[in-house]
């Protein structure tokens, strides 16, 4: 994944996931929704435990306890468990959307 992962999106729907490395330890994710000026949305960010890769697989998406379906306004959350990776699912837009930002942290060597 790109570090940080940045994604503006101006429709509705479950967007692509960002794939995060999930072996990191200790494992850190910040996740953060911004409505771009003058846009209204909802929202809510989901995460999986799921291998997204395996075609055999078909993911389960669970929501963010911190920012579940319904959000309006811009939201923060964080993950100190390991994840597969993590979307924002968009009920309604208007405007210049929103962006999703997923930033992990790295161990120093």
């Known amino acids: 994944m790109p570090n940080p992962f940045v994604q503006t999106s101006t ?8 794939l995060v490395d999930n072996q990191q330890s200790p494992f850190n ?3 953060g929704v911004i409505l771009n000026a003058g846009a209204t949305a909802t929202y809510g960010v989901e995460f999986t435990m799921d291998d997204v890769n395996n075609p055999a697989i078909t993911p389960v998406w669970l929501p963010d306890a911190n920012l579940p379906a319904g959000q309006a306004a811009n939201g923060v959350t964080n993950y100190m468990f390991p994840v597969m990776g993590i979307r924002v699912n968009i009920a309604a837009v208007t405007g210049a959307g929103l962006r999703f ?9």
């Open 101 to 109: 930002i997923v930033l992990q942290g790295t161990q120093q060597l």
């Open 29 to 31: 994710l910040s996740v």
């Open 11 to 18: 429709t509705t729907g479950a967007k692509t996931p960002c």
